[in-house]
């Protein structure tokens, strides 16, 4: 199997991405839902769905931009670092750049001459492009953090449509919001190797303090 080939069978979001861009959704529209009065009409509603929408299209478009900026910034330093682990002739300085490159913990377990024959296979790989490119896989990545910041209004504005009591809608709306983030918790734990249970229940309580100290601080 080449490396062509497992990139291609890699998902264009990793999983905490995908979770992330999601519970970012959910809280920016649980703030509109969670600015309704027990007495709000429904022209009230009516704007809370449209305000819910608009700013979730608004900040999905955002995300997806960063995103493309966040990868084209970061696949240009790792660029520029192999650049330099090609041109050093200092195994010390290649041992260095190589190490501030791996995760720490495998940084530290990885011995001075297995980073050398690393160093060593770098250095036959043919030339790197002089500057950093995007695929269609980015922009098809960036596309998807927009539909997931856009999708994640839906469940929790969907509510105020079906019911005509605010009260009612209000706490659906909520108990979707919490499910929502509990099953993200748990999702993300599975991926860390955390407790999915406890993550679950703890993402759902860090969802419920954002969203309150969102509105309170007028978001």
Known sequence: MTS?????????????DRISEIVFG??????????LSATAGREDIR????GAIGCNLAWGLVDAVMYIVTTLTERGRNLR?????RATTQSAVAQRLIGETLPEALAHRLQPVEIDRLWARLQS???????PRLGGRDFAAAMAVFLLVVASTFPVVVPFMFFDQVVTATRTSNAIAVLILFLAGHALGRHAGYPPWRTGLAMAAIGVVLVVLTIALGG
């Open 4 to 16: 062509s080939d497992v990139t291609r069978r890699r998902p264009v979001l990793e999983p905490t």
């Open 81 to 85: 670092l192999l650049q330099q682990v």
């Open 125 to 131: 790989l043919p030339e790197p492009p002089r500057h």
């Open 47 to 50: 704007t809370m769905l449209i």
């Open 26 to 35: 959910l809280i920016m529209a649980t703030t509109f839902t969670g600015t």
